[in-house]
């Protein structure tokens, strides 16, 4: 909420990812109640919904990208591994501001990054 919390955090490398790409742990992409083949299907569809958009203007444009995929697969088994995929992390920013700062280059790339991570 404060400027100084902000500070404090980006000391700490919470925001690391947005300078540096993050090296993916694939056992931290799929959520608890799904399965490995599902996560890469729907990392594998975010690919292709991402590669086909150019809305990368802010939050708000990337969530119209994705949002009527996460509401009929599941919000949490799709936007988890969108959010590990882009961060690295299982904790952080939502995946929609995160790919809104990076673009859609990077985006893609730390997508493919986390599909390869799973073979």
């Not at 540096?20 to 990392?43: C, G, V, Y």
């Not at 150019?54 to 509401?71: F, H, L, N, T």
């Amino acid at each position: 909420e404060l400027l100084g919390d902000f500070a404090t955090a980006a000391e700490a490398g919470e925001y690391e990812y947005f300078f540096t790409t993050p090296n993916i742990d694939p056992t931290i992409l799929t959520p608890k109640k799904s399965t490995t083949e599902a996560t890469h299907k729907h990392l594998s569809a975010l690919y292709e919904l991402c590669k086909s958009s150019e809305g990368y203007a802010s939050a708000d444009a990337v969530k119209s990208i994705v949002w009527e995929y996460a509401e009929e697969m599941g919000r949490g088994d799709v936007l988890w591994p969108f959010r590990v995929a882009l961060s690295g992390r299982e904790k952080s920013l939502d995946p929609f501001t995160i790919a809104s700062i990076l673009g859609k280059n990077e985006v893609l790339e730390r997508l493919q990054r986390a599909l390869d991570s799973m073979i």
